[in-house]
C-alpha cells in the first residue's frame, strides 16, 4: 500500500499514518517545533538521518501540508523550514510520545537482553 | 538507520520512533485498545495490510514489551493479542491523533489536487 492510498483511507487513524507514519516524519515535527530551521541545521540536529531522506520527507511533510517552506533569495540562496498550524497541531502529541517513551524506556531495558 | 539503532538514541523521540515509527504499528495498536484479538481478526480489521507485514508487526511489538500474545493450546489453536500496560499507555495518544487527523482531514483536502 503507498503512502497515498493511506491518505484516502476511511479510518482517521490510517489516514494519520499516510501521513506519519515513518520513522523518521515524527522527529522531523517534534525538532521543528515552533522554530524556522534552515536544512542543514536540521540534518545535524537528528541523529543519523541522511541528506536524502530528509530531503523527501520534508517535501512529502510540505505536500500533506504540515511543513511550509520559504525560500530566501540570497547569496548563498537560504532555505528555511518550519510547522503550518497543521504541524503545529501535533506538537502536544509528540511531546506527550515522549513523555509515553521516558516513563516506559527504562522498564523495557530490563526486560529485554542488551 | 535500524529498528534497534533507534531504541539506542539519546533522543526520547526517536526512540519512540524505534518502537512506532512504521505505517502499519500505532494501527494496530490503536485497534487493539482495550481488547483482546485474535490475529485473523486483526487482519480483516486493518484495511489493506498483508499476513505477512501484520506477522512481523505484531512479532515486533511484541518484542518491544507492546504487545501481549497468548496462545491457547486448542484444536484448532488460538493465540490472541492484547496490549501490555505500556501498550494501553498509547491509547490517549493515538486516539489525539485521530481527532488531529479528523480536524484537519477536510482542510488537507481543499489544499491538495485529488
Not at 5 to 16: E, H
Not at 74 to 101: D, F, H
Request: aromatic share 8%; proline share 4%.
Amino acid at each position: 500500500m503507498k503512502r497515498t492510498d493511506f491518505t484516502n483511507c476511511s479510518c482517521a487513524m490510517q489516514r494519520s499514518m499516510g501521513i506519519l507514519g515513518t520513522r523518521w516524519k515524527p522527529v522531523i515535527v517534534y525538532k521543528l517545533a515552533d522554530r524556522k530551521i534552515r536544512f542543514g541545521q536540521l540534518a545535524v540536529m537528528i541523529e543519523g538521518i541522511s541528506r536524502k531522506v530528509l530531503t523527501s520527507s520534508l517535501k512529502e511533510l510540505e505536500e500533506d501540508g504540515i511543513v511550509m517552506r520559504e525560500e530566501f533569495k540570497e547569496i548563498p540562496p537560504r532555505v528555511e523550514y518550519s510547522l503550518t498550524a497543521k504541524g503545529k497541531a501535533l506538537i502536544p502529541i509528540m511531546c506527550q510520545l515522549v513523555k509515553w517513551n521516558e516513563e516506559f524506556h527504562e522498564q523495557t531495558d530490563t526486560l529485554q537482553p542488551l
